[in-house]
């Protein structure tokens, strides 16, 4: 075996050099740009720059008012039966070679998803009467 090869498949502190100079290049970068923006950008202060802006539309009221929980729960829900479809993929990709165990076991998978959708649905998440 070629020595030469043996010593750089060692492990040493010099193989992470790259990764350390991008990541000082990286924050370097970001710290210039701050201070540059800092330094150069406008400091004129006016009564139209200082309010708050919401999408073109004029607030309102407090920002500090109670809102609804179902929109945050939908949205909970919504992202939980989206990374359920995710779990899916690798067992369309590979079901020849999962076989019967596979397919019962993305069964299972989706009978504990489906308990906890009727869970929700008999609580009333969905429903947006108040």
């Known amino acids: 075996m070629n020595p030469l090869l043996l010593v750089a498949q060692q492990n040493t502190p010099f193989n992470y050099f790259p990764v350390a100079l991008q990541l000082v290049i ?73 076989g019967k165990d596979g397919f019962y076991a993305v069964i299972m998978f989706v009978a504990f998803f489906l308990c906890g959708f009727i869970y929700i649905v008999k609580k009333g998440a969905l429903e947006w009467e108040d």
């Open 26 to 98: 990286a924050v370097g970068f970001v710290v210039v740009m701050m201070l540059a923006t800092h330094l150069l950008g406008p400091r004129r202060k006016t009564h139209d720059k200082l309010i708050n802006f919401e999408s073109g539309v004029p607030s309102v009221g407090n920002a500090r008012q109670p809102m609804g929980i179902k929109y945050f729960l939908v949205a909970i829900l919504f992202v939980l039966f989206d990374v359920e479809v995710i779990f899916f993929y690798p067992y369309a990709v590979n079901f020849r070679e999962l």
